[in-house]
């Protein structure tokens, strides 16, 4: 077993443990291009292989309309930070009910369409997963809702060579390290100061070498 399987083994041996006398929600937080979508992904085949229903929810899902997102400039981070994501339609179609076990609806906005989206709805019972990724999760707004909280990180050199090889439609390389620099990393560093996802998470994982990754916590 490499490193890589080990570390996912473990985390899903983390994430069984939990009770299963109700859905559990994990909590999966990191930037942009650290390797944590590739993560969750890996971890909800092995927890459905595992014979758990996993529930899988990108915060991608929940973004405001572009209108909003960008009304500070593309490149602002505060805008980032604070118009980028719908945190109040995650809580209330995904964990208000889940906490009602009630079905859930995990989305509420097409990204590339930027429109509007009504998804149907999901049924969840005792010891499903309700897997949720994206940047920020780890806010304050919703802290209070993860039975299993996992941070992400990796070297910011790493990332900037993963964003402007992978994230080509966003612009010429230099647009994206720009984007990368004066958004993305900035309102990071506004998450750590605000939210201090450090402290929240139960786990935190270095990826800068997604084959050797780290456990820091």
Do not use: C
């Amino acid at each position: 077993m490499n490193d890589r399987e080990e570390l996912l083994v473990g985390l899903a041996a983390r994430i069984l443990a939990l009770p299963e006398d109700a859905p559990r929600t994990v909590a999966v937080d990191g930037m942009s291009a650290t390797g944590k979508t590739t993560l969750a992904t890996e971890l909800a085949t092995i927890l459905t292989g595992a014979g758990r229903q996993v529930v899988p929810v990108a915060l991608d899902d929940f973004h405001q309309p572009r209108e909003r997102r960008h009304r500070r400039g593309r490149l602002s981070a505060q805008g980032y930070i604070e118009d980028a994501f719908d945190m109040a339609s995650l809580r209330r179609l995904v964990l208000d009910p889940l906490a009602l076990g009630d079905p859930v609806r995990p989305a509420s906005y097409d990204l590339a369409a930027d429109e509007p989206v009504e998804a149907g709805p999901v049924d969840v019972g005792p010891g499903t997963v309700v897997l949720v990724e994206g940047t920020f999760v780890l806010d304050v707004v919703v802290s209070d809702r993860w039975d299993l909280a996992v941070l992400v990180v990796a070297d910011p050199g790493v990332v900037l060579e993963r964003a402007m090889s992978r994230d080509s439609d966003l612009g010429t390389p230099e647009q994206v390290r720009e984007l990368y620099v004066r958004r993305y990393f900035a309102a990071w560093a506004l998450h750590e100061e605000r939210n201090d996802p450090w402290s929240r998470a139960d786990v935190v994982v270095d990826l800068t070498d997604p084959q050797r990754p780290r456990l820091l916590g």
